[in-house]
């Protein structure tokens, strides 16, 4: 199954939720202006993991994709891909 981008944020973390929705609103404009009949459906959640749960600054998590999908593979290995992904995770961040 082709998955999006994913982002996650402590339930307690207010500035990683904001962060969270900010790189995911980034990823999604990004997605329109690139490839505007793929459509996006990433998503944002409060998750309790371990890695949020123990960081002390503001935080989120990010599930690129499903590496054993062709299409997420052919994202997650070009160069040119990569690129525009952390373009848009770091607009998301501003």
Excluded: C
Aim: cysteine-free.
């Amino acid at each position: 199954e082709q998955t999006d981008l994913f982002f996650y944020y402590h339930p307690d973390d207010k500035q990683g939720k904001t962060l969270a929705n900010n790189m995911h609103e980034s990823m999604e404009n990004g997605y329109k202006k690139v490839n505007k009949n793929r459509g996006y459906d990433g998503t944002v959640t409060a998750r309790d993991l371990h890695m949020l749960r123990e960081t002390k600054v503001p935080s989120a998590y990010i599930e690129l994709g499903n590496i054993k999908h062709p299409t997420d593979q052919k994202r997650l290995f070009l160069s040119a891909n990569r690129q525009l992904i952390s373009e848009w995770l770091f607009d998301g961040m501003k």
